[in-house]
């Protein structure tokens, strides 16, 4: 290691160790940072994305569009998979190490209020800062988590998305949908247009009425905008105000569709205030989009399939993913999971639709001890072994994988980011 990767992982270990103080959901601290580096926040138009999943999805391609329309933008996203770098990007690439240094000095000698930063606040205001400093016209910005206490809440949005809402992180959201959709919505701003894609009655009525409240246009999946499949994963979309036909993502999974609805609702609005952004761009961008660990095709031969499938909702698109086009595989899961997830219902609906479990375990304190996991696990299936190690679980895994077999890497972030660090040089597997 030379000096400068010396100085870039001294700078990580200093902001994960930020993760002691836990999180905190207030605002008075990163409005406190970011006015001492002269409120960079406000300097460029944003874009603000909250909802349980499909955020990534929809700000890569929202972000993706701007950009080859030909506006100067940036993304901030959370987790990384492989490298913190991955969280700050311009125009589509990730910030190098060295940005990454300067940024962690310029924030550490402006976190100088009664309560130091927690590691979100602190790569939120990493984040904009640099868009600030690089003059972005567009930024992009996904929430961390809830909405209206999320560090990411001080921005001001000129289109706010929610893209749908189920039960996670109860003990800092609430217990119910309707509490987690008040937090949710907080994102929603006086007299901005709002998009969403949430569908419980009970979440709609509160999305609905914190927009009457906020004087802010409210507009439906399902409602004011909807999408109509076809074959072969085409699809026909009809907007608030125009309609586009034979359309297709390149992201797999049909619920990649109603992200694509909702990302072509944002574009709409968009347009409404003066964007232009060409509908060949749109087409194109909407088919050629990547974002890696969701539902990720990383090997064919043998199929080798990474997703994070994070919470209850994601693992149930999985299982049906599973169910629907690897039906003709008898498919591995190596699966890890966080302590705050609801990882008993996530393996009841993981389990069931796989030959053989693998339970490991990412490098992280809030990771789930396999043993945990084991006891849920061998009532469902008793093909199962743990290697705690997710880079040897994984090799393990395609290493015994024959010609009509499939592998699944599951059930956290943070396991696909082990993940795909391993698979970076796949021939040492097969």
Not at 303 to 314: E, Q, S
């Amino acid at each position: 290691m030379n000096k400068t990767e010396s100085i870039y992982e001294n700078c990580l270990q200093s902001m994960f160790a930020l993760q002691r103080f836990g999180i905190k959901l207030e605002l008075d601290t990163i409005l406190g940072l970011l006015k001492l580096l002269g409120n960079p926040h406000l300097s460029y138009r944003c874009i603000h994305i909250a909802g349980t999943n499909g955020k990534g999805s929809i700000a890569s391609s929202l972000a993706l569009m701007l950009n080859d329309s030909g506006y100067r933008v940036g993304l901030f996203t959370s987790p990384h998979l492989i490298k913190f770098n991955e969280r700050i990007q311009i125009n589509g690439k990730p910030i190098n190490d060295e940005k990454v240094v300067s940024l962690y000095k310029t924030i550490r000698n402006a976190d100088r209020g009664e309560r130091k930063a927690t590691f979100f606040e602190f790569a939120t205001a990493m984040a904009l800062y640099e868009f600030a400093c690089n003059q972005v016209d567009w930024a992009v910005i996904e929430t961390g988590m809830g909405g209206r206490l999320d560090a990411t809440n001080i921005i001001k949005p000129k289109l706010s998305i929610i893209t749908n809402i189920s039960l996670e992180h109860q003990e800092y959201l609430g217990n119910t949908l309707t509490q987690i959709a008040v937090e949710k919505g907080g994102i929603i701003k006086p007299n901005i247009p709002v998009v969403t894609g949430v569908s419980q009655k009970s979440v709609i009525s509160v999305i609905e009425e914190i927009s009457r409240r906020q004087n802010a246009p409210c507009y439906r999946k399902g409602k004011d905008f909807r999408i109509r499949c076809k074959a072969n994963g085409h699809f026909d979309y009809f907007g608030i105000d125009q309609n586009i036909k034979n359309l297709t993502t390149g992201l797999a999974g049909n619920h990649q569709l109603d992200n694509a609805a909702i990302v072509l609702a944002a574009c709409e609005q968009l347009i409404n205030q003066g964007m232009i952004l060409p509908q060949n761009v749109i087409r194109n961008t909407l088919k050629n989009n990547h974002w890696p660990g969701r539902l990720e095709k990383v090997c064919a031969k043998p199929r080798v399939i990474l997703d994070g499938a994070h919470n209850l909702m994601a693992a149930r698109v999985l299982s049906d993913y599973i169910k629907e086009e690897l039906k003709e595989f008898a498919t591995t899961l190596v699966v890890g999971i966080l302590d705050d997830k609801p990882y008993e219902k996530m393996l009841k609906l993981l389990v069931p639709v796989c030959r053989k479990v693998i339970l490991t375990k990412p490098k992280i304190n809030r990771a789930l001890a396999p043993q945990k996991l084991f006891d849920i696990v061998i009532p469902i299936n008793s093909n199962i072994e743990i290697i705690e190690d997710v880079a040897v679980a994984v090799s393990t895994a395609i290493k015994n994988c024959r010609s009509h077999e499939a592998v699944c890497v599951a059930g956290s972030l943070y396991v696909v980011g082990e993940a795909k660090e391993a698979l970076s040089n796949l021939s040492d597997f097969i």
